[in-house]
């Protein structure tokens, strides 16, 4: 048993999610209007809360304290929710063994483990939206660094003179109220999970983002014929508007590596 | 155990695991070597992709030791409105809750909680 006393995080005071906190007063009362831009598009500028770049973080607050994880007591009656299953790419029998290998070997081979940029779709819903009629930028504060993507809506196509990169190249449409992202051009050095799903240079990411309200949820597929037996549509994720700007990321310095003692099962689970 | 203040505290991991970590905690440390710390925080490392507290730890002889206590990523932090400063508390002695690095690394653990001399506590782990 602990002998350290451990507060009750879900008795005794009103608890406070800051999330919840974080929420403008109409998405908390359950209005779903979409605002748009004077040209007519939806507005999806805006800071956006995604969990932090994963969707388990729920800070409670209790007084002055705040707990980051673990803060809920286990129910007292009933079954937990059961997890969510992985969600992760299906691939052609013959890159299995590929994927079984790099899965095994994690700590030697994952690229986020040694602060390189996670790729896209792995990098998630951005953190936060400035848009204007010509052009989307994604901004992204991840544990890797500062990222941007800059996504033109005026049909200029893919460039032919850009060095493949982590993040690819990305242009963007509007289908109504859904904003489309295609990003080609990879460098096929990122992963696609957490668990050696790699991917090829052809690798192709369609994103499909839509606003209701202050909610933001974001949509993936990828397409890699050439490894994938079929393209693999990532479980959506929903970002919340947010009064919680991203700042300037702290320099990315590995420590950990070389204490690991086995080579697989970083549980991050994106 | 270099402490005056280090008590062993027997595990019951009741909790399920939440990942918090852009690596394997368990892969890196073992949560069946728990222990609680007092000291003083009077650094913090605030990089990414973990965070690094440094406690120090006065001995039964009068010297110290540094322990380097692994924590989130910043933008969890943040998240949480958790600043380097409110870590440090002031240079007050806390109160720690970890477990130890599995490849025998001295004075290196991964911090489940802090508790301060003013009854607030930050958790920034679940229990593994």
């Keep these: 048993m602990r002998t350290t006393a451990k507060p009750s995080w879900t008795s005794g005071f009103a608890l406070l999610a800051l999330t919840l906190a974080s929420l403008p007063v109409g998405a908390q009362n359950g209005e779903a209007a979409t605002p748009r831009l004077a040209s007519g598009v939806a507005d999806l500028n805006g800071t956006w809360d995604n969990g932090s770049g994963i969707d388990f973080i729920e800070p409670v607050l209790e007084g002055d304290s705040i707990c980051l994880a673990g803060c809920n007591d286990p129910p007292e009656s009933g079954a937990p929710a059961a997890p969510l299953p992985p969600d992760r790419p299906r691939y052609r029998p013959e890159f299995q063994a590929r994927v079984d290998d790099l899965d095994a070997r994690q700590v030697d081979e994952d690229p986020v483990l040694r602060c390189f940029a996670p790729g896209v779709p792995r990098i998630g819903p951005p953190d936060k939206i400035v848009q204007r009629d010509t052009e989307i930028v994604f901004l992204y504060d991840d544990v890797s660094g500062n990222f941007f993507r800059i996504v033109p809506l005026d049909a200029r196509g893919h460039p032919t003179d850009t060095v493949p990169g982590y993040l690819g190249d990305a242009t963007g449409r509007w289908d109504g109220d859904t904003l489309v992202v295609e990003t080609v051009n990879f460098n096929g050095e990122t992963w696609l999970t957490d668990d050696g799903s790699f991917h090829t240079p052809d690798l192709r990411v369609v994103e499909r983002i839509t606003r209701d309200g202050d909610a933001l949820t974001w949509r993936a597929t990828a397409y890699d014929p050439a490894v994938l037996a079929e393209p693999w549509n990532l479980r959506p994720r929903t970002a919340y508007l947010t009064g919680i700007e991203i700042t300037e990321a702290p320099p990315c310095i590995e420590r950990d590596l070389g204490h690991m003692v086995d080579d697989s099962s970083h549980d991050n689970p994106r | ?128």
């Design chain 2, 1 to 128: 155990m270099t402490g005056k203040a280090a008590l062993m505290l027997a595990i019951a991991a009741v909790l399920p695991p939440a990942a918090i970590a852009h690596h394997s905690v368990p892969g890196q440390y073992d949560p069946e070597q728990r222990i609680a710390l007092s000291g003083v925080i009077h650094k913090v490392d605030w990089i990414n992709p973990h965070t690094y507290l440094h406690l120090e730890v006065t001995n039964d002889d009068g010297s110290t030791t540094n322990w380097r206590l692994e924590s989130a990523p910043t933008a969890m932090l943040r998240k949480a409105r958790i600043t380097p400063d409110m870590l440090m508390g002031g240079g007050a002695v806390v109160t720690v809750d970890v477990i130890l690095a599995r490849d025998g690394t001295e004075h290196l653990a991964w911090l489940y909680r802090i508790d301060y001399p003013g009854g607030h506590s930050y958790q920034l782990s679940a229990e593994r």
